[in-house]
């Protein structure tokens, strides 16, 4: 097969609090042909994260951080288009971190092969991908059971909104924040949370006693900021929290204060431990298993919200940080 021109998104600069599109440049490339035990691949959808963001810093973090000039790396599904490699052929979808890009080449150890059966696709990007593997892994890493309350920051994301209906699932009462009115009804409704409320209709504390009235015995914090400081003031004794993300303070040029409450896991003896999904990677086929077969029986719905078009990859990206996602964001790129 001739040459394949494909295009990508390269990190031209590194963001001083939330990125802009001047951060970023749209490049397009020509792969060379497929050598022995090469695949190329077409993505069909692409995610975006909020953890990509702390990728772009300078500096070490706990993942590879980008480089300027080269391409971004993110989730990604995608179809086999050529392959000289045992194990692949032309039609087969797979997953990759290969984001950020039309097409790419790829060793067979880098490309997870999947179902088509299972659509839409892009769900292996939100509940039945990381970002659900992440929620999953959270509730047992928080030894979460029947007949617990538990409050959830971040609720309408991709981790938040499959974290609590996973919650329910197992019997929980659970409770949601989320920054609309819309994502308040789609928490409640669709996703089947007890209760949910609006963080910027009021203070935290205020409204997260109103709907705990007697207290939480876990918090899922996706936030960090005003929730986790509420959380801890509203958590009985032996009280958990899953440190899961803070998006609140992804962007802060310089670093924010810690809850004034802090010493509230000493008096409540509580227990606050982060979360990594990649500690959970050996776990994966029975997150699929139990996971899968609650979305193909239909007691767990996957939503997400979908941009078209690699050129638009950016702007979704930045639109993660205002709000602009009700459950999992991706980018379809055909």
């Not at 020509?30 to 990728?55: A, H, I, K, W």
């Not at 990604?76 to 194990?87: K, L, Q, R, W, Y």
């Not at 299972?118 to 928080?142: C, D, E, F, K, R």
């Not at 994502?183 to 209709?201: H, I, M, P, Q, W």
Request: contains cysteine; charged residues 20%.
């Amino acid at each position: 097969m001739a040459n394949t021109i494909s295009r990508e998104i390269q990190l031209a600069s590194r963001p001083h609090g939330i990125p802009t599109a001047a951060n970023f440049t749209l490049v397009q490339t020509t792969l060379p042909p497929l050598q022995d035990q090469e695949v190329l691949v077409r993505n069909l959808f692409m995610s975006v994260d909020p953890y990509m963001r702390g990728r772009m810093n300078e500096g070490k973090s706990y993942v590879p951080q980008f480089e300027i000039a080269k391409p971004l790396e993110g989730g990604a599904v995608g179809e086999v288009i050529e392959s000289h490699a045992t194990g692949f052929k032309p039609g087969d979808i797979v997953t990759s971190s290969f984001g950020w890009r039309e097409y790419f080449i790829a060793a067979p150890h880098e490309l997870q092969p999947v179902s088509r059966e299972i659509q839409p696709l892009s769900v292996y990007l939100g509940a039945l991908g990381m970002t659900g593997l992440t929620a999953w892994a959270g509730l047992h890493q928080g030894e979460v059971k029947a007949g617990e309350t538990i409050y959830i920051s971040g609720a309408a994301g991709a981790v938040g909104s499959v974290a609590g209906q996973l919650a329910k699932l197992l019997g929980c009462r659970v409770i949601g924040s989320a920054g609309s009115a819309e994502k308040v009804k789609f928490l409640r409704t669709e996703c089947g949370f007890d209760s949910a409320f609006n963080y910027k209709d009021g203070l935290v504390l205020d409204q997260l006693k109103l709907n705990a009235p007697d207290g939480i015995d876990v918090y899922f914090d996706n936030v960090g900021g005003e929730s986790l400081e509420a959380a801890l003031a509203v958590l009985r004794l032996h009280g958990r929290i899953i440190a899961c993300g803070g998006i609140s303070g992804y962007n802060a040029e310089r670093l924010m204060p810690g809850p004034a409450n802090l010493f509230n896991i000493t008096t409540k003896r509580l227990t606050m431990k982060g979360l990594m999904v990649f500690d959970w990677m050996d776990r994966q086929a029975e997150f699929r298993k139990e996971v899968g077969d609650y979305f193909q029986a239909g007691k767990l719905k996957h939503k997400e919200t979908v941009v078209e078009g690699l050129d638009r990859a950016v702007a979704a990206f930045i639109g993660l940080f205002h709000g602009q996602n009700v459950g999992k964001m991706v980018v379809k790129l055909t």
